[in-house]
Nanobody, 122 residues
Framework: QVQLVESGGGLVQAGGSLRLSCAASGTIFGFNTMGWYRQAPGNQRELVAVITSGGSTNYADSVKGRFAISREYAKNTVYLQMNSLKPEDTAVYYC????????????????WGQGTQVTVSS
């Protein structure tokens, strides 16, 4: 079994910062990708940022220059540093990871966390 547990959400004023963390646990042999999505009320879930096993990153245009994704391999943890937050960043943020759970044959699957609320007040 694999679990992703997020932390770090909360209420912050516009212009402030938050750092989200997501720790993966369970039978893990590696990661293909780890990332963050978000979903605001009435909106579809959208990609925020993703990091590959090789360390390449990709960001939504709306967060480029303000958010930074990173990972700590030894702790199976991915982070999202969010700076210069805006009210439109308000959403539930979900951690996701494509995790290798078996080596021979190689098996991987996508997992999701439960989500953490980020609210940015104006």
């Amino acid at each position: 079994q694999v679990q992703l547990v997020e932390s770090g959400g909360g209420l912050v004023q516009a212009g402030g910062s938050l750092r989200l963390s997501c720790a993966a646990s369970g039978t893990i042999f590696g990661f293909n990708t780890m990332g963050w999505y978000r979903q605001a009320p009435g909106n579809q879930r959208e990609l925020v940022a993703v990091i590959t096993s090789g360390g390449s990153t990709n960001y939504a245009d709306s967060v480029k220059g303000r958010f930074a994704i990173s990972r700590e391999y030894a702790k199976n943890t991915v982070y999202l540093q969010m700076n210069s937050l805006k009210p439109e960043d308000t959403a539930v943020y979900y951690c996701t990871a494509e995790i290798v759970t078996r080596l021979i044959p190689r098996v991987s699957a996508r997992y999701w966390g439960q989500g953490t609320q980020v609210t940015v007040s104006s």
